[in-house]
Structure formats: structure tokens, C-alpha cells
């Protein structure tokens, strides 16, 4: 996909070995990880997070350049970040499939160009793409194509730049996602629910490949300012509560049960409406889409206490927390230093760090 366009025009020398730093940059803050190769697997070498003041970055669009440079700098100073896989913000970018028959086939990027605004809401000389193979025969090639417009990459690219911080790549954050939680060479449908702060990513990968992403504007500060305004407390107290409560009903949290679970209803409903489009709608070539095995939960709210039951009894489907550690190490053997919940709000960065070792 996207992940690799920067390295076809600036690729790094061969024989420089550079950290597996995977940069996970969101509205809110960066999330930092390195890992590196031990006896036991890959580890987490070290991690760390920044918070980001609002307004800098909006929907995944640099507002204040400067702003961000100032935390990228903070971290190359600070903590020694100078080489980096960095995800792409889901609400620029654009995913579809594209046939393209292969009888006077001369040049697919040219062909795929030629399609773009067919597929995406600005003009193809705004847009930087790219592709990767689905399927091919005799006839046609089916292609997945990630576009994005041209001035939001060009705006990273600056940012990065200017504080000297080098991205070695950009990728998609649903693919880093997949890489870490779908184990390597399971070709299985699933759909992966990034449920974080603001926002919640809904993917579904199959193949080991992305092939459906949607972004939600629900998130845990939601269920925490539902909490808060209910009962006049502050954030930091009605966030307490969440945590303790969850969707575990009980003599004592009555109230507070109700209202996470009015405002993770609105989740379920959003996540049902997707699940069941993708096995009620056949595919681009009239056939029936493969089933989606079990739906896995990811980001820091994914742990909220019984959600996971919530979804899988109410949706009559399997649903399971991310093990985010499955490609890297056994943890019947070794306990990571990065406590559980914070290994579901890594997933990202994790999966982007994890790219260094894909073909160990």
C-alpha cells in the first residue's frame, strides 16, 4: 500500500541498521516503540507517549506544522527517535478495489491514475497512490488502491523534515494494526475494532490484507462525559468509574451500568451495521465475501470491563481482546514489560515497529 512510496524515492542505504521505531501519530498525541530481536523473540526495547496540545493535528490534518515539529524534536532530543514508520491517519485515506483488464494493458500506475476520480473525491493530479496485487488471470488484475491527497502527505513529510526526524515509511494505521494482532500467516477474515479516546476504527482484513476501513466519531472520553455530566463530577472521577464499573451489572453501579451501556449501544450499532453489509453484499465480482471468523479489540477502551462480552452476546459472535504480543513472543515464557493495557493502545505503533522483522 502506502506503506513503501516514500522508500521508492529516498530509499535508505543497505548497510545502515537502523532502529525498529514504529510512530503512531494521532489528533491527541504520538506513541512511541522500539523493539528489537532476543533469544526469547522480539521485545519491547523501550516506549513512550507525548501528548499533542489541541489543534495542531485535526482529523489526521496538520493545523500548526510548527506545533508538531516541536514534539517530533522533543523526541529525537529526548528520547534518541531519528528513524521512523509512521501511520497514516484513516480519515485521509481513501481505499478501494480497481479491475483493470489486461488487453491493452501497458502501464498499471498509469491506468490506475486514469481511474482515480472515478473512485475518490479529488483530482488525480492532488492525489498520491498506491496499489497492491488482489488477484490476477488470464484477463484482468484485481488491484487494492490507497490514495491520499497530495498536501496532507507533503504536510508530514515537512514536518519530519524540519525536525530532522526521518520516516523511513508511511502505512496505513489498520494495516500496522493487523500485522499485530492477526498472526502471521493466518489468511482468516476478521474485523478488527480500534476503539479509542475520540474515535474508533472498523477494519476488516482478509488475506492479510486491509480491505475495508471506516472511522467513528464515538470513543471512551464519550462514555466518561456521559458519566460526568450525569452525575456532576469531574472527568478524572466519572473516568474512575468507568474503569471500576464496566458493563458488569451490579447492586452498587446501577446507574453508571446504564449509561455505559446506552452510550456503547451506539458502538454495537455502528459495528452490527458494517458486520452484517459484509455478508448480506456480494464483492465486486458478484461473489460472496469470505465470513468474518471473529471480531478482535484493540485501544486503550477495548479492555473496558465486559465489553468484549457485550458485543459477543449481544452480536452473537465471537469476540476477543487483541493479543498484541502473538508475531512477537511467548508470554506463557516471558511477561512483557509493558503492562496490558497499554500494549491495546500501542497496537499501532507496535505494528509499524513489527514491519523490520515481517521477513525473519
Known amino acids: 500500500m502506502l506503506s513503501d512510496w516514500y522508500n521508492r524515492f529516498f530509499p535508505?542505504?543497505?548497510?545502515?541498521?537502523?532502529?525498529?521505531?514504529?510512530?503512531?501519530?494521532?489528533?491527541?498525541?504520538?506513541?512511541?516503540?522500539?523493539?528489537?530481536?532476543?533469544?526469547?523473540?522480539?521485545?519491547?526495547n523501550r516506549f513512550g507517549e507525548r501528548k499533542i496540545p489541541p489543534g495542531i493535528?485535526?482529523?489526521?490534518?496538520?493545523?500548526?506544522?510548527?506545533?508538531?515539529?516541536?514534539?517530533?524534536?522533543?523526541?529525537?532530543?529526548?528520547?534518541?527517535?531519528?528513524?521512523?514508520?509512521?501511520?497514516?491517519?484513516?480519515?485521509?485515506?481513501?481505499?478501494?478495489?480497481?479491475?483493470l483488464d489486461?488487453?491493452?494493458?501497458?502501464?498499471?500506475?498509469?491506468?490506475?491514475?486514469?481511474?482515480?476520480?472515478?473512485?475518490?473525491?479529488?483530482?488525480?493530479?492532488d492525489a498520491i497512490f498506491d496499489y497492491e496485487l488482489l488477484q490476477e488471470d488470464e484477463k484482468s488484475l484485481k488491484l487494492q488502491v490507497a490514495a491520499i491527497p497530495k498536501n496532507v502527505i507533503e504536510g508530514y513529510l515537512s514536518v519530519f523534515k524540519n525536525s530532522m526526524v526521518s520516516a523511513q515509511s508511511f502505512e496505513l494505521e489498520a494495516q500496522a494494526i493487523a500485522r499485530c494482532v492477526v498472526k502471521k500467516g493466518d489468511m482468516d477474515t476478521?474485523?478488527?475494532?480500534?476503539?479509542?479516546?475520540?474515535?474508533?476504527?472498523?477494519?476488516?482484513?482478509?488475506?492479510?490484507?486491509?480491505?475495508?476501513?471506516?472511522?467513528?466519531?464515538?470513543g471512551g472520553v464519550m462514555l466518561t462525559e456521559m458519566i460526568q455530566k450525569n452525575f456532576k463530577i469531574s472527568f478524572e472521577e466519572a473516568e474512575k468509574r468507568k474503569r471500576e464499573s464496566g458493563l458488569k451489572r451490579s447492586s452498587s453501579n446501577t446507574e453508571v451500568f446504564s449509561i455505559l451501556l446506552n452510550?456503547?449501544?451506539?458502538?454495537?450499532?455502528?459495528?452490527?451495521?458494517?458486520?452484517?453489509?459484509?455478508?448480506?453484499?456480494?464483492?465486486?465480482?458478484?461473489?460472496d465475501r469470505p465470513p468474518i471468523k471473529k471480531i478482535i479489540l484493540c485501544g486503550g477502551d477495548s479492555n473496558l470491563i465486559g465489553l468484549s462480552e457485550y458485543f459477543s452476546v449481544s452480536m452473537?459472535?465471537?469476540?476477543?481482546?487483541a493479543n498484541v504480543w502473538v508475531n512477537m513472543i511467548n508470554t506463557r515464557e516471558f511477561v512483557p514489560e509493558m503492562n496490558f493495557e497499554q500494549s491495546l493502545t500501542f497496537a499501532s505503533a507496535l505494528g509499524l515497529a513489527l514491519r523490520d522483522f515481517e521477513y525473519d
Open 12 to 44: 535508505a542505504p543497505k548497510l545502515l541498521a537502523l532502529p525498529s521505531f514504529g510512530l503512531d501519530i494521532s489528533d491527541e498525541s504520538i506513541k512511541f516503540i522500539e523493539l528489537k530481536k532476543t533469544r526469547r523473540g522480539i521485545e519491547v
Open 57 to 99: 493535528i485535526e482529523s489526521g490534518k496538520i493545523k500548526d506544522p510548527k506545533g508538531l515539529e516541536e514534539v517530533l524534536i522533543s523526541l529525537r532530543k529526548k528520547d534518541g527517535v531519528k528513524s521512523v514508520r509512521v501511520s497514516l491517519p484513516e480519515e485521509q485515506v481513501y481505499l478501494f478495489n480497481l479491475k
Open 102 to 125: 489486461k488487453a491493452g494493458l501497458e502501464n498499471i500506475r498509469e491506468s490506475i491514475e486514469l481511474s482515480l476520480e472515478e473512485y475518490i473525491p479529488i483530482q488525480a493530479q
Open 190 to 218: 476478521y474485523m478488527i475494532v480500534d476503539f479509542g479516546k475520540k474515535r474508533t476504527g472498523i477494519f476488516i482484513v482478509s488475506n492479510g490484507i486491509v480491505i475495508f476501513t471506516s472511522t467513528l466519531d464515538v
Open 263 to 287: 452510550g456503547v449501544s451506539v458502538l454495537r450499532d455502528e459495528i452490527s451495521k458494517h458486520f452484517i453489509y459484509w455478508h448480506t453484499h456480494k464483492d465486486e465480482e458478484g461473489r
Open 316 to 321: 452473537k459472535v465471537n469476540v476477543e481482546i
